[in-house]
């Protein structure tokens, strides 16, 4: 009997000796699925999938992968773009999405109770007719346990934060075994050490996220929305500048550079000035305080060479305006059929947002490429789309030497590699530059949670320097 019959076995009988029972499954189409994620090009086959249905099932699989020394990866929606939910080959990858329970909702302390496998839509499905909802927004309807192993954040970050503002307490299961509660309900501790904010980001390389308790917030009472048109990039990122410096702080602050409007234009029949251009929602007490936000923000476009482009108030309306940003993907995938693509994702300081757009434009044009600019712009966080078709070699190394120049650059103005799409496989060659001997001590806290190596080998924390 080979060594990974022996083990699948053994993983099989520990789950099936649960109450609620687990699903080893070694079905070529179930392994097939959990062997890549959205946006890396290549696949790693687990050796078996494990459907988890409760924490004791995520125990015991972690019992089964000490034994046998069998490498262990958790699983959500796999959206992940880095490389970070890809299993060691042969190895297990523990799929979360049944653990999708919500209970102990308290709409007086703002908090909910929910399962690594609950889905960010249908989880604010479920919020709204409380008049509450859970605001971060990375785009992707992804699980709450990635978001939190990826400190997800998005569209709504510039107001809300990402996850780790936004998670309150967790429950995470070891590998030695041990479940650590860690956090509280309370809304500020001076208790020890944050080993919540430490679990939240280490993309299942320190432990398995079994529930999640969230922070909350009321449904905003009035929005109002707007787009406004730049005559360039500097500009734009002028005016996002300028709104933060006046006490603005919007909802959701986005920004598309002029290719982009062009795409979207075309794949959904719009006709919006195709110019670099920024979407901004507001929020108000009331309608009178929404409105007087707009105000101030019409004056800071007039100011900063701005058009109105149009606004809204209603949500039908409002939706109808956002659909343009959110349609943003889809309509770039569509310009460039049969093309391959690749998201571009850095973070600066504010003060470098402008200089650092105009060095990614340098840099597309030092390399022959073009990529659409795409950005959380409230925060710093820009993206850019590559794309070629899947067999261009040359046009690949092309994208690895931007974006690596754009990496860097981030750096040095004081950024980061990722601001949202985590370190996975991709990006753990700049974790020296950016984290410098804390590198080392993080691999050493790595190596005090998972002394055998097993928590999602490989990633975050890797032996590349």
């Known amino acids: 009997m080979s060594e990974g019959v022996s083990w699948s076995s053994a993983l099989q009988a520990a789950l099936g000796s649960l109450e609620e029972g687990g699903r080893v499954s070694l079905a070529s189409g179930d392994l097939a699925g959990h062997a890549h994620d959205e946006g890396v090009p290549f696949t790693s086959v687990p050796g078996a999938v494990v459907f988890a249905h409760s924490e004791d099932d995520i125990l015991a699989t972690l019992a089964v992968a000490r034994q046998y020394s069998v490498p262990v990866t958790p699983w959500g929606a796999g959206t992940s ?7 060691a080959s042969g190895g297990i990858s523990l799929d979360l999405g049944a653990l999708d329970s919500m209970a102990d909702l308290d709409p007086v302390g703002f908090t909910v109770r929910v399962g690594p496998g609950v889905r960010r839509v249908a989880l604010n499905r479920r919020l709204r007719p409380h008049g509450l909802f859970f605001p971060v927004d990375p785009g992707a309807d992804a699980t709450l346990g990635g978001m939190a192993a990826t400190n997800a954040s998005g569209t709504t970050t510039v107001r809300y934060g990402g996850m780790r503002e936004n998670v309150m307490a967790l429950r995470v299961a070891l590998m030695d075994g041990r479940v650590l509660k860690l956090g509280s309900l309370a809304r500020k501790s001076s208790s020890g050490y944050a080993l919540k904010q430490l679990l939240i980001g280490s993309e299942g390389t320190l432990g398995v996220l079994t529930s999640l308790t969230l922070r909350l917030h009321p449904l ?3 929005t109002v929305s707007t787009q406004l048109a730049f005559p360039d990039v500097a500009a734009a990122v002028s005016a996002s500048v300028v709104l933060r410096g006046l006490g603005l702080v919007p909802e959701r602050l986005e920004f598309v550079d002029a290719d982009t409007v062009a795409a979207v234009n075309r794949h959904r029949a719009r006709h919006d000035p195709e110019l670099p251009t920024l979407w901004v929602e507001l929020a108000g007490r009331d309608a009178a305080d929404a409105e007087a936000g707009l105000a101030l923000l019409r004056e800071v476009a007039a100011e900063t060479g ?3 482009v149009g606004e809204a108030r209603t ?6 305006l956002w659909a343009a940003r959110h349609g943003v993907y889809d309509a770039l995938r569509a310009a460039w059929p049969g093309h391959a693509t690749r998201i571009g994702d850095i973070c600066v300081p504010l003060s470098a947002l402008s200089e650092t757009a105009s060095f990614m434009a340098q840099t597309l044009a030092r390399y022959a490429l073009t990529a659409p600019l795409v950005g959380h712009i409230g925060d710093g966080n820009l993206h850019l789309l590559m794309h070629a078709p ?3 070699a040359a046009a690949w190394e092309r994208i690895d030497h931007a974006l690596h120049a754009i990496a860097l650059h981030a750096l040095s103005v004081g950024g980061t590699c990722t601001g949202e799409h985590g370190i996975g496989l991709r990006k753990r060659v700049y974790m020296r ?12 806290i790595k190596t ?5 190596n097993l928590l999602n080998p490989g990633k975050v924390v890797g032996e590349i320097d």
């Open 81 to 87: 773009l880095e490389g970070a939910v890809l299993p």
């Open 220 to 222: 905003p009472p009035a």
């Open 306 to 308: 701005g058009q109105v």
């Open 315 to 320: 949500p039908e309306a409002q939706s109808d």
């Open 390 to 392: 899947p067999g261009d």
């Open 433 to 444: 530059e950016e984290h410098g001997e804390a590198l080392n001590l993080m691999r050493d």
């Open 448 to 452: 005090l949670f998972d002394p055998q």
